[in-house]
């Protein structure tokens, strides 16, 4: 068996997380440009050189529905990004079974394989269901 596939595969992936990270954040920092030109100047900086998880939180407290959804967004490429750094990047982060590729190039920022996020959901809808 060999990785080399895989690893080219994951590579292609790699690129498209980060040319989308770059376009999300252009975008939000455009939105904060427009929203707010001096919390603009005051966040840009921060969010062009690394989107860390407090300047995203920061960004978030500014309560902007449109960057919010760009940062969620955002935060699945980075997260994606750092699996990809970790080595860990193609596998379920649940059942720790390799993510089918077809789902991977449909959706780069996957973390988990299907099922695995079916269950996710389902246990996620539950939540906002009230009790017995
Ligand atoms: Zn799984």
Redesign the pocket.
């Not at 379920?92 to 079974?97: E, H, I, S």
């Given at each position: 068996m060999t990785n080399i596939t895989h690893a080219r595969e994951f590579d292609a992936l790699d690129k498209v997380l980060r040319g989308r990270r770059q376009a999300l954040v252009d975008e939000i920092h455009e939105d904060l440009l427009k929203t707010d030109e001096h919390r603009a100047a005051l966040f840009a900086d921060g969010v062009r050189d690394l989107v860390d998880e407090s300047v995203a939180d920061l960004i978030v407290d500014l309560d902007l529905a449109d960057t919010d959804r760009d940062l969620e967004e955002l935060r699945d490429v980075e997260a994606a990004l750092a699996r990809v750094s970790a080595g860990t990047y193609g596998r379920?982060?649940?059942?720790?079974?390799p993510?089918p590729h077809d789902r991977l190039a449909a959706s780069p920022t996957a973390e988990?394989?299907q099922?695995?996020?079916a269950m996710h959901e389902k246990t996620f809808a539950h939540k906002g269901m009230p009790g017995l």
């Open positions: 379920c982060t649940q059942c720790r079974q993510i988990r394989c099922p695995c996020q």
